[in-house]
């Protein structure tokens, strides 16, 4: 196969610069008359076959897998991980066009649910009916809720914790499988502290997040993710924006100190080598604001300390 990118890595750290693997877990493509029958399956019975469904042991071990396969074939740092979680409804392609059917956030949580049969073992586990919760899962999408709370009523938290337990137990899974390549590798997860958050920033919780290096926020558009993030607890790992600068974006003083403010100490720009010369400027001018806010608030701490 290509050795474009174990090239790229090996310039790039002989230029000193860290270079981090990028995996995206369980979002595959996979042929609908794949035999396997490891993916993701909504309440109506309807299998998305581009989604993995982590409560597979299969699965899982695919993961971990792909980790230490990624970590042995280039000199890296560590790696990012997308996806680590259930996938659900969003980014089922590569031209995902799940926004055109205008669904509210509710019904695309809904719609994300898995019930494939690892899932309705798990939840039987936990005192969860599966049968019972999907029919109340295709109620709710038949009238309208506006909260998780509201479709599935005293099941509500029960089914949450069982969704962020899929997520977490991956989590720590393929973290002790880069670990176990180089005790030093950097793991730095895409995730989100809602506990309906699938696709490619997977629930988490506070202790899933003292396993890693850094937790990275989607922040296209708004940047409460990264707050609520931070809410989860006290945060040992170091907390990351994902910004998306193709659209019209101003990378102002103000924007950036905001994102400092939140905790935010990485910044990750998506697709940079995509963007149009405008969109380029602008992601020249926000590094260039963020490592001087950066430096600002580094000796503002120092000098706290020193007072101290």
């Avoid at 970590?71 to 991980?81: D, E, N, Q």
């Avoid at 696709?199 to 922040?219: K, R």
Wanted: aromatic share 6%.
């Amino acid at each position: 196969g290509s050795q474009a990118f174990a090239d790229a890595a090996t310039r790039l750290s002989e230029c000193g610069t860290d270079v981090d693997g990028w995996i995206v877990l369980t979002h595959v493509d996979l042929s609908d008359d794949d035999p396997r029958d490891l993916r993701v399956r909504n309440a109506f019975g309807e299998v998305y076959p581009y989604a993995l469904c982590p409560s597979y042991e299969e699965v899982r071990d695919y993961c971990r897998t792909l980790v230490a396969e990624t970590l042995h074939s280039a000199p890296l740092r560590g790696v990012v991980l997308e996806a680590c979680g259930p996938m659900g409804l969003d980014h089922s392609s590569d031209h995902d066009k799940i926004n055109l059917a205008q669904w509210s956030l509710v019904e695309r949580q809904l719609l994300s649910l898995c019930f494939c049969d690892a899932c309705a073992a798990g939840m039987r586990d936990v005192g969860i009916d599966p049968a019972e919760l999907a029919l109340t899962v295709r109620q709710a999408l038949a009238r309208s809720t506006s909260t998780m709370e509201d479709a599935l009523g005293v099941t509500c938290a029960a089914t949450a914790a069982f969704r962020v337990s899929r997520s977490t137990t991956l989590q720590r899974d393929v973290t002790e499988a880069a670990r176990q390549v180089n005790g030093e590798a950097s793991v730095t997860l895409h995730a989100s502290a809602s506990p309906w958050a699938t696709g490619s920033f997977a629930a988490t919780t506070a202790d899933a997040l003292t396993l890693v290096n850094g937790a990275v926020a989607n922040c296209w558009g708004e940047s409460r993710a990264t707050r609520e993030l931070a809410d989860l607890g006290p945060m040992t790992s170091n907390l990351g924006a994902y910004l998306r600068l193709d659209h019209e974006w101003s990378a102002n003083e103000g924007i950036v100190s905001h994102y400092a403010e939140v905790g935010v100490r990485e910044l990750h720009l998506y697709h940079l080598g995509l963007l149009s010369e405008t969109s380029l400027g602008n992601a020249q001018r926000l590094t260039s604001t963020w490592r001087r806010t950066g430096d600002a608030r580094l000796d503002q701490i120092e000098e706290s300390l020193s007072d101290g």
